[in-house]
């Protein structure tokens, strides 16, 4: 049974030397309850009272991290089943299948060409997580010649998807100081690919359709030693997909089933599948193929999804200058939620008009929701220009909503006495026609 | 060792609300839309089967919309000219449902008149069998002008009438329940807003299973973290028993994802965005399925290719 802060605090030493990074020790144990640090953070524990805290201070979702060369991935020690509980932690690794089948000059090409995949997301750089090196050709030593290319094209981490053991081992060779994830484990191969990620310190992925069967092959596994498990549950379907997820991490939660408290693996073959592999659950997504048009909506999606829900993303309320502007140009006012700020920068950016950009205190919501809520009303636009000095600035008093909130305008004229007030477009696409237009 | 899979057992479940009526029930449609009715989670076959399918509507508008992504009006063609025409390629895409959006304006550039408004609903009517939701233009006054037209019109229809939000409601669900029809409550992303337009609306008298709300979303990566998460707060308070959330579900991940840049522009951005119109189908694909997990009932929906992938996706969801 897990144990409770109070219960882990009589174990620990109690000397509140900070070490572990908390500053006490009460503090520390009540983090370990709540399953969001590890014991090993605790240098003066006693081995007596480790084996006593084993059971409590494991996360319920081991958290397994592959390494290459300074790059990682890390997935699990997650602790709740909806984000809106707390939030999502580890946003899931997305991985592009690359086939052995293919020439080595095509298998490089196609890495350094998925390498240079880069989107800035509301100054947030998106990139591809590693590469799945798949096990197509049915010769080893092709294989490995595969694993060497791709390694030479990236310094990310890698999963080799290969259930025969000595070709898995013959790939693994090439490789130096990392961790992979190697897939899969069954029970037919179970014992010889348990000894290859023992020898090799790799991660294990281990398959079957059913929860009776997943949770016997991983105490076999643990049985041999190997700890750093990730589940592939086999689904056909997506309702099974999302059944068998779902299970798993509820028993994992709230359960602390410790057979089934590992990351998940998913392999989806559909943009619908990805998506709901990202909503339920997955650890690790292997895409078939490298799509920018499909990766960014994902990588966008995964974001959104593992934002915490208790911190919305906000920029620092002020006076931004776009394209230099002058006294003469205009003011946009907008929030400071930062998916409404980098729209309306963006396009402001993109019209190559100078303007400046009002960024008024509206408690990290958008347009629609900071009004509907009060957070973005005459009164606070008001407060926004004189605060900034933004009267100072400019020597033509002008300044443009956004069409969402049109019904401000008589207001704001009675609170900004000698200011002109423009309604602008609704939505910020529409910026840069409505600044050439009617500014 | 066998796995005893922890199971939830909910004190309630959500109303199922029926869109559109037979000939036999006073109306003309050849087909009724049940939606809603869940015991369970969508999709959690191992609690409680869903008893009926999550349904995929489709947004066709009175006139050509000239402002909307070429990317749509290309997939499309010739039959956004024409509404009835457009009914019928909607429905031939695999539309469970019409949602008809009356523009503010007609083709002479003066405002929609209600007798229009009537005429072109009536020509929509009589193209498909389908059931029909009819929304304003988004301005309250000539919403309720055009609405109550509507209503009366088509008396017994039980047409979807929308938008009512806390604002302006009071006209849409009065017409609505003289003339039997049923509403589509909206309000911005928060659980306590939508009760409370739920209250508002039943205090009119008006039977609750006449009601479908739509808490808003925001598209996928203009804050559909927010939706998603209002949508999974409502769902599990409906399945813990609170009446004033359970309602089924609209939302419009066609009309949030279309209007972002992503999908709408096609020139003049990054590389790594990739192929325009296969990113703008996967923006609206993935906003509809990260809403449809989040326990949608109905999601509107723009592009062909997007409404036969989410079928797709919903056939395979209740395929457990």
Known sequence: MALSGIQIYKLLPQTNCKECGFPTCLAFAMKLAAKQVELASCPYVSEESKAQLAESAAPPIRLITLKADGNEVKAGNEVVLFRHEKTFYNRPGIFITVSDDLAIDDIKKQVVEAEKFAINYVGINLAIDGYAVQYQSGDAGKYAQAIQAVREATKKPLILVCAEAKAAAQGLSVLGDETPLLVAADTTNWEAMADLAKEKGAALAVTADSLDALSELTEKIKGKGVEDLVLYPQADTLGKALVLNTQIRRLAIKKNFRSLGYPLIAFPQTPAAAAQAITKYAGFVVLKEFKPELLYPLLVLRQNIYTDPQKPIQVQPGLYEINAPKPTDPVLVTTNFSITYFSVANEVEGSGLPAWLLVADAEGMSVLTAWAAGKFDAERIAKAVKSFGVAEKVSRKRLVIPGHVAVLSGELEEELPGWEIRVGPREAVDIPSFMKMAL | ?320
């Open chain 2, 1 to 320: 060792m066998p796995v005893d899979v922890p199971k939830d057992t909910w004190a309630g479940s959500v109303r199922v609300v029926t869109i559109g009526a037979t000939p036999a029930e006073g109306g003309t449609r050849q087909k009724v839309l049940k939606v809603g009715g869940e015991k369970a989670l969508s999709y959690l076959s191992f609690e409680a089967e869903m008893p009926n399918r999550p349904a995929v509507a489709v947004e066709i508008r009175d006139r050509r919309p000239e402002d909307w992504s070429k990317v749509l009006l290309d997939a499309w063609g010739d039959v956004t000219r024409d509404p009835t025409a457009w009914a019928k390629a909607a429905e031939a895409a695999g539309a469970d449902m019409i949602v008809l959006m009356l523009s503010a304006t007609g083709e002479d550039g003066k405002t929609l008149t209600p007798e229009t408004a009537v005429k072109t609903v009536k020509a929509v009517l009589s193209a498909v069998g389908l059931p029909l939701a009819v929304y304003g233009p988004g301005q309250a006054e000539l919403d309720n002008e055009l609405l109550v037209a509507v209503a009366e019109a088509t008396k017994g229809e039980r047409l979807v009438l929308g938008i009512c939000e806390d604002k302006n409601y009071r006209t849409i669900v009065a017409t609505a329940m003289a003339n039997d029809h049923l509403v589509v409550a909206r309000t911005p992303m928060d659980v306590n807003l939508a009760k409370q337009l739920n209250i508002l609306i039943n205090d009119m008298g008006f039977p609750l299973d006449r009601v479908l709300m739509d808490p808003t979303t925001g598209a996928l990566g203009y804050g559909i973290e927010y939706g998603y998460s209002a949508m999974e707060r409502l769902r599990l308070a409906a399945l813990q028993g609170d009446a004033m959330t359970q309602l089924p579900m609209i939302v419009t991940p066609g009309f949030e994802a279309w209007k972002t840049k992503e999908a709408k522009v096609g020139e003049g951005v990054p590389e790594a965005w990739g192929n325009w119109e296969e990113r703008a189908i996967n923006w609206e694909v993935l906003t509809a399925m990260t809403l449809l997990e989040s326990c949608a009932d109905i999601v509107v929906l723009r592009h062909p290719e997007s409404i036969r992938q989410v079928k797709a996706a919903i056939n395979e969801l209740l395929a457990a």
